[in-house]
């Protein structure tokens, strides 16, 4: 169960640290003027997720176990020179994802208090990032 739990852990901080404001932190999109509000909630998920990350590293250390963050997602790199308040869209299909994902790791760990709690902290800030992008998407609208 150990072992599974490093799995799911390390999964859990793949999906953090691998995410698409993650991603668009180093392939920085085309931003109108009118894009600034966008960029302050991408700006606030990509912290929570810094923080989050190093919340899961250190988890997975006190385990005894490297932390593997992996890879960005190849399908990233077709987002080059895209526009802000286009990728918001694909931002929120990731972050679902993520979200979906999220919850099966909590449900897989069950029997492991500390770091179905853990996931739990992780799931609920993915949810708000969520609906705090839906929120941007409807005022755009």
Do not use: C
């Not at 606030?44 to 963050?69: C, F, K, N, W, Y």
Request: net charge negative; glycine share 4%; aromatic share 6%.
């Amino acid at each position: 169960m150990a072992n599974a739990t490093i799995q799911l852990l390390n999964e859990l901080l793949a999906i953090e640290y691998r995410s698409l404001p993650m991603y668009l932190t180093y392939a920085a999109p085309y931003r109108h003027a009118s894009d600034a509000r966008a960029g302050e909630v991408l700006q606030h998920i990509v912290t929570d997720q810094q923080h989050m990350s190093a919340r899961l590293v250190e988890e997975i250390q006190d385990r005894g176990a490297a932390p593997e963050v992996g890879d960005f997602p190849m399908d990233f790199t077709d987002m080059h020179d895209l526009s802000l308040d286009y990728l918001v869209k694909d931002v929120i299909v990731w972050q679902q994802r993520g979200v979906n994902r999220i919850e099966q790791i909590v449900a897989a760990l069950e029997n492991d208090r500390a770091a179905r709690e853990l996931a739990q902290e992780v799931l609920g800030a993915e949810r708000a990032h969520l609906e705090a992008l839906a929120e941007l998407i409807a005022a755009t609208a």
